[in-house]
Nanobody, 126 residues
């Protein structure tokens, strides 16, 4: 049973930084990729960043240059460093995994992922 548990969300002032973590467990596959998504009420999940097993990353245009996704494969932990936060970054952030990996691409598409965490709220004040 694959489990993803996010942590690190909370309130922050605009211009500030936060680091989200996602602890993964319950799988032995070496082929996978992981991502961060966010969702605000009334909208679908937006792909924010994704990372493949080899470290290749993808970012949405809205966070490129401000957010950094990284992973510690040994610890099976995913991170999202968020800098220069804006009020429009306010959302519930979800960690997601595609296990085993698909070769179809679309790394920022929610439909590509088959495991999800419970989400962590990030609230950025102006």
């Amino acid at each position: 049973q694959v489990q993803l548990v996010e942590s690190g969300g909370g309130p922050v002032q605009g211009g500030g930084s936060l680091v989200l973590s996602c602890a993964a467990s319950g799988y032995t596959y070496s082929s996978y990729y992981m991502g961060w998504f966010r969702q605000v009420p009334g909208k679908g999940r937006e792909g924010v960043a994704a990372i493949r097993r080899d470290g290749t990353t993808n970012y949405s245009d809205s966070v490129k240059g401000r957010f950094t996704i990284s992973q510690d494969n040994a610890k099976k932990t995913l991170y999202l460093q968020m800098n220069s936060l804006k009020p429009e970054d306010t959302a519930v952030y979800y960690c997601a995994a595609r296990i085993p990996a698909s070769s179809s691409g679309g790394y920022l598409g929610a439909i590509m992922y088959n495991y999800w965490g419970q989400g962590t709220q990030v609230t950025v004040s102006s």
